[in-house]
């Protein structure tokens, strides 16, 4: 089986999208499915070499010097090509923007089957990004876009239970079924926390708190800055670790210097998968979290296999993983339990060992070779209904 996927998104530009589908496109790979990604091109960076991708010459999002926009025209041309010299069984379009147009057209002009992963909660992202527009009608505006980018589509895959309430919520009609991303072997490959610690020169006993993930408005870092403060007030040679980057950095770093926490939080940036990564995991004596907008939540299970404890709230998709099996502490997005929780476990190391213990044993349950076979079941039954019935989006972009 050959599956075509669209995205606006991949590596290096990093976050759950580009990592959802690399995970998934290395697993289908054992499960007897080609895959061949449409993606940005983001510059000299680019990995051209990794095979069954192909780039779309872009240009930058204003505000975003992360993103790229593929350019129209360019997304028309690839996808003309691929489909006069190959045959695709299912499309698979990851993303709501340029992507999700030029991919259901092409499995319409095709006759193919066309699914959609919804990555993204856009309903709160967008009074972070767009402040002008009032929040009800930016609620509003969302759930009408993402309802009509649903019709386009003969199914659609949501990372978890939670996620696919809301979808009904809205109204949308489409089949959806729950596949989350899972975690590949690797993730399991033990971290040298020493290692990271010394990188940093941060002493072996100095309580660590760490976060990963984009620093973005809708992670409510804010919130972990304001608890870790509180943190400080028990524990004052705590330290927080934020590892990623994103357009929240510089508010962030505003914040810390406000509340006088400049020697006592660092952002760290990006990391290197393959091993920095692994390395912070395996530093930290607590993993916090308090997002309100993740589909899933993938760094939390993340977290939990190189045995980080965590200290969550559990809003939407991290409420699928936060489980009582999980051995997390979940709180409520309050200040004062939150941060309180937070010192209970730095100052017993039994219970950091009791969680970290169910933490590593409850996410070799979230296999992604398991979550790829799943998806490949779903390519099958898509492509033996045959030709697909969407019609082209009436909102596409024109030309």
Request: hydrophobic letters at 45%; one cysteine or more.
């Amino acid at each position: 089986m050959r599956v075509l996927f669209v995205s606006d998104v991949y590596f290096p530009r990093v976050n759950g999208v580009s990592t959802s589908i690399n995970t998934f496109r290395t697993d289908l790979a054992r499960c007897d499915v080609e895959t061949l990604l449409v993606a940005p091109r983001y510059g000299a960076e680019d990995c051209d070499s990794e095979p069954g991708i192909t780039r779309v010459a872009g240009a930058r999002v204003p505000g975003d010097p992360e993103d790229r926009r593929m350019r129209w025209g360019e997304l028309k041309r690839t996808l003309r090509q691929l489909g006069s010299g190959q045959r695709f069984d299912v499309v698979h379009v990851h993303t709501p923007f340029i992507a999700h147009y030029g991919g259901t057209r092409f499995a319409r002009a095709h006759g193919t089957a066309c699914v959609a992963t919804y990555h993204t909660f856009f309903e709160e992202y967008l009074h972070h990004y767009v402040p002008a527009l009032p929040r009800r009608a930016g609620r509003l505006l969302a759930r009408a876009f993402t309802r009509s980018q649903c019709r386009d589509v003969q199914a659609l895959i949501a990372p978890s239970e939670p996620m696919r309430a809301i979808l009904h919520e809205y109204g949308v009609t489409t089949p959806i079924h729950v596949v989350p991303t899972g975690l590949p072997q690797s993730c399991f490959t033990p971290g040298d926390g020493g290692r990271f610690r010394a990188s940093l020169g941060v002493a072996a006993d100095r309580p660590l708190v760490l976060y990963v993930g984009r620093v973005a408005h809708e992670k409510n870092i804010g919130f972990l800055v304001e608890a870790f403060a509180r943190v400080r007030a028990a524990l004052p040679a705590a330290l927080l670790v934020i590892a990623g980057e994103g357009p929240a950095r510089a508010a962030l770093t505003e914040l810390v210097a406000a509340r006088a926490l400049a020697e006592h939080v660092r952002f760290v940036g990006y990391l290197d998968r393959e091993r920095a990564l692994l390395d912070c995991y395996a530093a930290a004596d607590v993993f916090v979290f308090a997002s309100r907008t993740e589909t899933q939540g993938l760094v939390l299970l993340e977290a939990m296999a190189q045995g980080a404890p965590l200290v969550s709230t559990a809003e939407l998709g991290a409420g699928s993983i936060l489980t009582p099996a999980s051995g997390a502490v979940v709180v409520p997005e309050s200040l004062e339990p939150f941060a309180a929780a937070v010192v209970r476990v730095l100052g017993d190391a039994a219970l950091r060992a009791t969680l970290a213990a169910r933490g590593r044993l409850y996410a070799q349950s979230w296999s992604s070779l398991a979550m790829a076979q799943r998806l490949a079941g779903l390519y099958g039954e898509l492509s033996a209904r045959g030709t697909a019935s969407a019609g082209v989006p009436a909102g596409a972009p024109g030309g």
